[in-house]
């Protein structure tokens, strides 16, 4: 598929990280499951350093509990979740490590790592808009 029409219908696009080329794919059911365990292991993490002396009964609690639409939204906004997100959508066409990537993404070229992101997860409805193309 050409990259107009992926542009179309947010199904891919590729972003020049360090001058390399990174071809992003949409997101897949499996990558949705991951970014709910990321989200609980960040949840945990920050209750951990609240409080280090929790037990294992309530660690297990914590990563029992579902995470919500905002938790995840706001797990994935900060530097890490995007190069998180980033990662994911790489990692279906380039072997690449997280670690890796996070060293890619930077102050100077973060808001292009996010717009690559936003396209590639809009999804068109009947009329062929999306959120960030309307």
Same mark, same amino acid.
């Given at each position: 598929?050409?990259?107009?029409? /992926?542009k179309l219908v947010g199904i891919g696009t ?46 297990? !609690? ?32 380039? /072997? ?6 996070? !060293? ?31």
């Amino acid at each position: 598929m050409n990259d107009s029409i /992926d542009k179309l219908v947010g199904i891919g696009t590729t972003i020049k990280l360090k001058g390399k080329e990174y071809k992003m794919s949409p997101l897949t059911i499996a990558d949705y499951g991951e970014i709910s365990a990321y989200t609980k292991a960040n949840r945990l993490k920050i209750c951990m350093m609240a409080n280090p002396e929790m037990t294992l009964a309530e660690k297990i !609690e914590v990563l029992e509990r579902r995470p919500t639409e905002q938790e995840i939204d706001t797990v994935l906004s900060d530097i890490a979740g995007l190069s998180f997100q980033a990662w994911l959508l790489i990692r279906h066409n380039q /072997d690449i490590t997280l670690k890796a990537l996070s !060293e890619l993404i930077d102050k100077d070229n973060y808001k292009q790592v996010y717009e690559a992101i936003t396209q590639v997860n809009a999804v068109p409805n009947v009329e062929g808009q999306t959120k960030a193309n309307p």
